[in-house]
């Protein structure tokens, strides 16, 4: 069994930057595909970012390429996701998922989820 933490949400202000954490505990993650997938009150859970297994391949949303960066460090079991140029579309909850398989869109498949972070953003 994985337990998945995130951390590192809040309250920023259009503009600013956030940086997410999800360390996983009670096995090794390192041949899960990693990600990010967000859910905005009102709305499905929807894909954010991925990284495979190595770290080597990412991919991204297209609402957030160029803003966001999906990073993992499999020595501390643990994965990142730097959020830069926030915007207040960006408010959700961000879940950190663990799959076997690849984590995309939509999301499926996925092994296991964190309980979730809350981001706000404020214009």
């Known amino acids: 069994q994985v337990q998945l933490v995130e951390a590192g949400g809040g309250l920023v202000q259009a503009g600013g930057s956030l940086r997410l954490s999800c360390a996983a505990s009670?096995?090794?993650?390192?041949?899960?595909?990693m990600g990010w997938c967000r859910q905005a009150p009102g709305k499905e859970r929807e894909f954010v970012a991925a990284?495979?297994?190595?770290?080597?391949?990412?991919s991204y949303a297209d609402s957030v390429k160029g803003r966001f960066t999906i990073s993992r460090d499999n020595a501390k079991n643990t994965v990142y996701l730097q959020m830069n140029t926030l915007t207040p579309e960006d408010t959700a909850v961000y879940y950190c998922?663990?799959?076997?398989?690849?984590?995309?869109?939509?999301?499926?498949?996925?092994?296991?989820w964190g309980q979730g972070t809350q981001v706000t953003v404020s214009s």
């Open positions: 998922a663990a799959s076997l398989g690849t984590v995309s869109s939509p999301p499926s498949g996925i092994s296991y």
């Open positions: 009670g096995r090794t993650v390192s041949t899960y595909a």
């Open positions: 990284v495979n297994w190595i770290g080597v391949r990412t």
